[in-house]
């Protein structure tokens, strides 16, 4: 009789699932790092009105340009794509801005912004379940684009039932 050993291919299993789960690691919540308040935010300048039109528009041709590609941890070609992957080459090929490449790392990029005040292009943060967290690039009226594990490079809504609760930071890096 041939024995089998289970055991490799089940920790095989677990540790790919366990690194696939923290792909988007540890952030702190705005709250924490902002404090109770924070300073009203300024108004733009017609300059800076056009450079955030700038913005929307790049992102929403990114999001065409990579539209229908999947997921794929670690990755950030057409063959499949993280999260922070997507937001690493969005902002070092079309915004001309240098991105740590890993979630744990963008986190700390830039500054805190309020949720109330999110502009084109400021990163959103979310902790997706215990130890994973997911990161994504804000357009305009509630919607960011994201890599979904599920359906690949999409917009979603900050106030769809899945995102809202799950938000935990956002961060302007474009000033």
Known sequence: MKKR??????CGVL????????ACSNMVSVEQALGPSQAPAQPLTR???QQLDDVKATIYRQYRQWQGTGYAYGGIGKNGLDCSGLVYITYRDELGVSMPRTTAQQRFAGSPVR???????????FKTSYKSRHVGIYIEDK???HVSTSKGVMISRLDDY???????????VIR
């Open 5 to 10: 050993y289970v055991c490799p291919r089940v």
């Open 15 to 22: 540790l790919t699932l366990t690194v696939t789960l923290s």
């Open 47 to 49: 300059a800076g009105q």
């Open 115 to 125: 949720r109330d005040q999110l502009r084109a292009g400021d990163l959103v943060f």
């Open 143 to 145: 919607k960011f684009l």
């Open 162 to 172: 899945y995102w809202k609760d799950r938000f935990t930071q956002a961060r302007r």
